[in-house]
């Protein structure tokens, strides 16, 4: 196969497989936005709980709840289906991967989804419910009523979603960086202080411009640094151990060859004949 002919059996392939992504997609969004009431009022809890007695979310214009219930039926498709997305990934990149690539890769990718799912379902039961226990505190004390527009609710929580989504992902491009080469553990210890720092203008840029959700990014945040630390060292201890049987192998070998050469030599040496002039006489 001419090497035009394999890029374009690599072009196909991805094709097929972007296809059978998007159908999974298209198809758990109709069954979402089938259930986007159910999906709405469940993932609309936390605002529930925090309102004051006595009233309910309002849309503020005729639109909202269309678009709202749309938004929120495909995010939830696209979450459902990101399994299925990184298999198809994972089953188009793997064929040219090596051995040892394979054993890493595909942690990662799973510890990715893991700690995507994490983030969102933090987010959802401790962020969420305190973020809005606060605002509400606060209005509390004007003497004004509260009118929660239930589109704006959607994209404060589609903000803190993926804030804690991407920020739970610090330990898997942690290890990736130390299985890369391109830090050490100990250069990611050697960073602490910078990383307190920069844990808190993560959390000001991600976050809604309110100190509780920005503490509530940055504390967690700074643990899953040292988290991401811990699973670096561990990551660097397994890779050291087959570079280290590799080369061992390597020198038995190149050891075995030497021997094997100069019992080769030996052998084809022509023999020394006695009367020779170089040779002692009895």
Same mark, same amino acid.
């Given at each position: 196969?001419?090497?035009?002919?394999?890029?374009?059996?690599?072009?196909?392939?991805?094709?097929?497989?972007? /296809?059978?992504?998007?159908?999974?997609?298209?198809?758990?969004?109709?069954?979402?936005?089938?259930?986007?009431?159910?999906?709405?009022?469940?993932?609309?809890?936390?605002l529930y709980q925090?309102?004051?007695?006595?009233?309910? %979310?309002?849309?503020?214009?005729?639109?909202?709840?269309?678009?709202?219930?749309?938004?929120?039926?495909?995010?939830?498709?696209?979450?459902?289906?990101?399994?299925?997305?990184?298999?198809?990934?994972?089953?188009?990149?793997? %064929?040219?991967?090596?051995?040892?690539?394979?054993r890493f890769a595909?942690?990662?990718?799973?510890?990715?989804?893991?700690?995507?799912?994490?983030? /969102?379902?933090?987010?959802?039961?401790?962020?969420?419910?305190?973020?809005?226990?606060?605002?509400?505190?606060?209005?509390?004390?004007?003497?004004?009523?509260?009118?929660?527009?239930?589109?704006?609710?959607?994209?404060?929580?589609?903000?803190?979603?993926?804030?804690?989504?991407?920020?739970?992902?610090?330990?898997?491009?942690?290890?990736?960086?130390?299985?890369?080469?391109?830090?050490?553990?100990?250069?990611?210890?050697?960073?602490?202080?910078?990383?307190?720092?920069?844990?808190?203008?993560?959390?000001?840029?991600?976050?809604?411009?309110?100190?509780?959700?920005?503490?509530?990014?940055? /504390?967690?945040?700074?643990?899953?640094y040292e988290l991401?630390?811990?699973?670096?060292?561990?990551?660097?201890?397994?890779?050291?151990?087959?570079?280290?049987?590799?080369?061992?192998?390597?020198?038995?070998?190149?050891?075995?060859?030497?021997?094997?050469?100069?019992?080769?030599?030996?052998? /084809?040496?022509?023999?020394?004949?006695?009367?020779?002039?170089?040779?002692?006489?009895?």
């Amino acid at each position: 196969m001419s090497q035009e002919e394999s890029f374009v059996t690599h072009l196909v392939e991805l094709r097929d497989r972007m /296809i059978r992504s998007l159908v999974v997609v298209l198809v758990l969004f109709g069954v979402c936005f089938y259930f986007s009431g159910d999906i709405m009022k469940f993932l609309s809890q936390p605002l529930y709980q925090a309102l004051p007695p006595g009233t309910r %979310p309002i849309f503020i214009d005729q639109a909202g709840a269309f678009f709202t219930l749309t938004k929120v039926s495909f995010l939830t498709a696209v979450l459902l289906s990101l399994p299925w997305i990184m298999y198809q990934a994972w089953a188009f990149v793997a %064929p040219g991967l090596y051995e040892h690539e394979k054993r890493f890769a595909l942690p990662l990718i799973v510890s990715s989804i893991f700690f995507l799912v994490v983030g /969102i379902a933090f987010a959802y039961w401790f962020v969420l419910p305190a973020a809005y226990r606060f605002f509400f505190a606060f209005a509390s004390r004007t003497g004004a009523d509260v009118l929660q527009d239930l589109q704006k609710y959607w994209d404060f929580t589609l903000a803190i979603f993926f804030g804690f989504g991407l920020t739970f992902e610090v330990p898997v491009a942690e290890m990736l960086l130390v299985k890369l080469g391109m830090v050490t553990p100990a250069q990611l210890r050697a960073a602490r202080r910078y990383v307190v720092v920069g844990a808190f203008i993560v959390a000001a840029v991600l976050t809604p411009p309110d100190v509780l959700s920005q503490f509530m990014l940055a /504390i967690p945040l700074i643990m899953l640094y040292e988290l991401g630390i811990v699973l670096a060292g561990f990551i660097k201890a397994r890779s050291r151990a087959p570079d280290d049987e590799e080369a061992g192998q390597a020198a038995a070998g190149a050891a075995e060859a030497t021997t094997s050469a100069e019992a080769t030599a030996a052998a /084809i040496a022509p023999p020394t004949d006695p009367a020779s002039p170089g040779s002692s006489q009895p």
